[in-house]
């Protein structure tokens, strides 16, 4: 099976916590790769035509695993060549490995809450981000997930003080050598 440029690619699906950069990352790393991008909360949006914030309000958390979910069996089932971004809990679906290579975007918790307050849109970024009202129970949360997402993980990239050129490039020479 071949593309117009070249040979199918497997998918790179990006995970990692709220904030990370995993959106900057996939939008910078298309420029310069063959790869398609897509965005599960993108998805989920388009879905039921509402924002992510607004189905936690409206259906509560567990409704929108359950979208996740979903969203998990079409990419697994129909979508080839794509960088696929995550929400930070997408990780929890079944059979993550089976949609793509798994890249995780790592910093520590401190980190990743500075990128988002130095951010020209930081008021923006924290009202979408509902898992991140309370910054004591977003931190708990951190530290719960941190080693499942090393766990799953088939590459781990360290983002911290990176550009998202230097990351997106790591990322297409570590998913090359990992084929
Ligand atoms: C979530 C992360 C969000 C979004 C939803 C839940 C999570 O995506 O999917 O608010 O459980 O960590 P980002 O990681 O893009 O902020």
């Known amino acids: 099976m071949q593309t ?16 990370v950069g995993k959106g900057t990352i996939a939008r ?18 388009s879905m039921e035509n509402c924002k992510v914030k607004a189905i936690f309000e409206a259906e509560g958390e567990e409704y ?11 990419l697994q089932e129909s979508v080839k060549n794509t960088l696929i971004s995550t929400g930070g809990g997408f990780y929890k679906v079944k059979n993550l490995k089976k949609i793509g290579t798994v890249v995780l975007l790592d910093s520590p918790f401190e980190s990743i809450l500075r990128r ?26 951190y530290n719960e ?29 570590k998913v090359k050598d990992n084929d």
Request: charged fraction near 35%.
């Open 4 to 19: 117009i440029k070249g040979l199918f690619l497997k998918n790179i699906v990006l995970i990692g916590f709220m904030g």
């Open 116 to 141: 988002i307050h130095e951010h020209p849109n930081a008021k923006k970024k924290l009202k979408k981000r509902p898992l991140l009202s309370d910054l004591k129970k977003a931190k708990m949360l």
């Open 145 to 173: 997930r941190r080693p499942q997402y090393l766990e799953l993980a088939d590459i781990v990239i360290d983002v911290t003080d990176k550009s998202a050129l230097e990351c997106s490039q790591e990322i297409l020479k």
């Open 28 to 45: 910078e790393l298309i420029k310069h790769s063959e790869y398609i991008a897509l965005d599960t909360d993108d998805l989920i949006e």
């Open 64 to 74: 929108f695993r359950v979208l996740e979910r979903k969203v998990a069996e079409w």
